[in-house]
């Protein structure tokens, strides 16, 4: 089954401890991308990537890093996580991140303490 | 900078009558438009799109999008509501440019009332 997968699915934490969420897609999508969506905001951007080692900030990158060592896996990092990075993160791919539709996981639901 | 804006927060529709949900963007460039549904504790599921031709397109589920280039609008359409229609929709805009940058809007939530 195609599909995008993250783990974890919940995640508590406490300020400063470094975390990592993983992404990985079977479909051999060239873009991936890292979103997060809080309430009044919708979803915004954080990094996507055009193909492996290649990446690029999306609207609200500060915070995070991200990796693209091959080609279905793009895990977010947080090295500091802080409680305004209390959200939920949704990972997605896709054959052109201009031109077609993305599919996305399931979501990471994320309380920084 | 490439933008979406989704002028209502909630949108409520009565079963079987016509539904609307409003977007439009600013782009530099020829638009690629997007809507995306979202239901409760789901990811996104693309709907439909518009990247050139037509300016109606028709998506899953009965939906359609009209896009207007003079207005910069791409507002989404169904002509007849069901119950189930009721989720969380998302406009999202990139462009030709190349860089593969998306931006969705805020979200408006449609309510179909039985």
């Known amino acids: 089954e195609a599909q995008v997968t993250q783990n974890p699915r919940y995640l508590i934490t406490v300020t400063g401890k470094k975390l990592t969420v993983t992404c990985s897609q079977n479909m051999n999508h060239e873009y991936m991308s890292w979103y997060r969506q809080d309430p009044g905001l919708g979803l915004r951007q954080i990094y996507y990537?055009?193909?492996?080692?290649?990446?690029d900030k999306g609207d609200v990158p500060e915070g995070y890093k991200v990796s693209r060592k091959e080609k279905r896996n793009f895990p977010l990092i947080l090295e500091s996580p802080s409680p305004n990075q209390t959200s939920l993160y949704f990972c997605?791919?896709?054959?052109?991140?201009?031109?077609?539709?993305?599919?996305f996981g399931p979501g990471t639901r994320l309380t920084v303490l | 900078a490439q933008s979406v804006a989704q002028p209502e927060d909630q949108v409520n529709v009565a079963e079987g009558n016509p539904l609307t949900v409003k977007c439009t963007y600013s782009?530099?460039?020829?638009?690629?438009l997007f809507w995306y549904v979202q239901y409760p504790n789901r990811g996104l599921q693309f709907l439909l799109k518009y990247i050139t031709g037509d300016n109606l397109v028709k998506g899953s589920y009965g939906f359609e999008a009209e896009f207007n280039k003079s207005q910069t609008s791409f507002h989404l359409k169904k002509p007849s509501a069901l119950v189930s229609d009721s989720a969380l929709y998302f406009c999202?805009?990139?462009?030709?440019?190349?860089?593969?940058?998306?931006?969705f809007g805020t979200g408006t939530k449609l309510q179909v009332i039985p």
């Open positions: 782009v530099s460039g020829n638009p690629y």
């Open positions: 990537s055009m193909n492996v080692e290649v990446t």
């Open positions: 997605a791919s896709s054959t052109d991140g201009s031109v077609n539709e993305q599919f």
């Open positions: 999202a805009v990139s462009n030709s440019g190349g860089y593969q940058k998306v931006t």
